[in-house]
Protein backbone atom coordinates (compact mmCIF):
# COMPACT_ATOMS: atom_id res chain seq x y z
CA UNK A 1 0.00 0.00 0.00
CA UNK A 2 1.32 3.42 -0.81
CA UNK A 3 2.20 6.28 1.53
CA UNK A 4 -0.33 8.50 -0.23
CA UNK A 5 -3.38 5.60 0.33
CA UNK A 6 -2.64 5.42 3.77
CA UNK A 7 -2.75 9.26 4.65
CA UNK A 8 -6.30 9.39 2.75
CA UNK A 9 -7.82 6.37 4.26
CA UNK A 10 -6.49 8.42 7.55
CA UNK A 11 -8.22 11.07 7.17
CA UNK A 12 -11.70 9.88 6.06
CA UNK A 13 -11.26 8.19 9.56
CA UNK A 14 -11.35 11.74 11.58
CA UNK A 15 -14.21 13.33 10.77
CA UNK A 16 -13.49 17.42 10.10
CA UNK A 17 -16.50 18.62 12.04
CA UNK A 18 -18.04 16.90 14.98
CA UNK A 19 -21.64 15.58 14.99
CA UNK A 20 -23.05 18.10 17.60
CA UNK A 21 -24.13 21.80 16.79
CA UNK A 22 -23.54 22.49 20.48
CA UNK A 23 -21.66 20.93 23.18
CA UNK A 24 -22.17 20.82 26.99
CA UNK A 25 -20.09 22.41 29.42
CA UNK A 26 -17.44 19.96 29.91
CA UNK A 27 -17.11 19.06 26.25
CA UNK A 28 -16.45 21.97 25.48
CA UNK A 29 -13.89 22.36 28.17
CA UNK A 30 -11.99 19.46 26.40
CA UNK A 31 -11.71 21.17 23.06
CA UNK A 32 -10.01 24.04 24.44
CA UNK A 33 -7.89 21.90 27.24
CA UNK A 34 -9.60 23.80 29.79
CA UNK A 35 -10.79 22.69 33.53
CA UNK A 36 -14.85 23.31 33.50
CA UNK A 37 -14.19 25.46 36.35
CA UNK A 38 -11.80 27.54 34.46
CA UNK A 39 -14.64 27.63 31.80
CA UNK A 40 -17.17 28.47 33.88
CA UNK A 41 -15.01 31.47 35.57
CA UNK A 42 -14.31 33.01 31.92
CA UNK A 43 -18.26 32.55 31.68
CA UNK A 44 -18.95 34.80 34.33
CA UNK A 45 -16.32 37.26 33.64
CA UNK A 46 -17.48 37.27 30.25
CA UNK A 47 -14.18 36.97 29.47
CA UNK A 48 -14.87 33.17 27.71
CA UNK A 49 -16.36 31.82 24.58
CA UNK A 50 -19.66 32.55 23.63
CA UNK A 51 -22.49 30.47 25.16
CA UNK A 52 -26.26 29.61 24.90
CA UNK A 53 -28.78 29.19 27.28
CA UNK A 54 -30.58 25.39 26.10
CA UNK A 55 -32.90 25.19 29.46
CA UNK A 56 -32.87 27.42 32.69
CA UNK A 57 -30.48 24.90 34.03
CA UNK A 58 -28.78 23.67 31.08
CA UNK A 59 -25.80 26.03 28.80
CA UNK A 60 -23.99 24.77 26.14
CA UNK A 61 -21.03 26.14 23.78
CA UNK A 62 -21.65 25.94 19.74
CA UNK A 63 -18.74 24.58 18.29
CA UNK A 64 -18.53 27.49 15.87
CA UNK A 65 -18.35 29.81 18.54
CA UNK A 66 -15.68 28.03 19.97
CA UNK A 67 -13.49 27.77 16.83
CA UNK A 68 -14.12 31.37 16.57
CA UNK A 69 -13.03 32.73 19.86
CA UNK A 70 -9.80 30.54 19.46
CA UNK A 71 -9.09 31.82 15.97
CA UNK A 72 -9.75 35.71 18.22
CA UNK A 73 -7.21 34.64 20.35
CA UNK A 74 -4.48 33.57 18.42
CA UNK A 75 -1.14 35.58 17.99
CA UNK A 76 2.27 35.02 16.27
CA UNK A 77 4.41 36.34 18.93
CA UNK A 78 4.59 37.26 22.36
CA UNK A 79 4.67 40.69 21.88
CA UNK A 80 1.12 40.50 20.35
CA UNK A 81 -0.27 38.84 23.08
CA UNK A 82 1.14 41.17 25.80
CA UNK A 83 -0.63 44.17 23.45
CA UNK A 84 -3.63 41.58 23.11
CA UNK A 85 -4.34 41.34 26.77
CA UNK A 86 -3.12 44.87 27.35
CA UNK A 87 -6.37 46.55 25.15
CA UNK A 88 -9.05 43.58 26.18
Known amino acids: MHTSTLALRAEEAVPA ?3 ALVVDESEAARMLSLAPRTLQAMRLAGSGP ?3 QLTVRR ?3 P ?3 LRAW ?3 RSVASTSEATVARIGR
Open 50 to 52: RYV
Open 17 to 19: EPA
Open 70 to 72: IAS
Open 63 to 65: VAD
Open 59 to 61: IGY
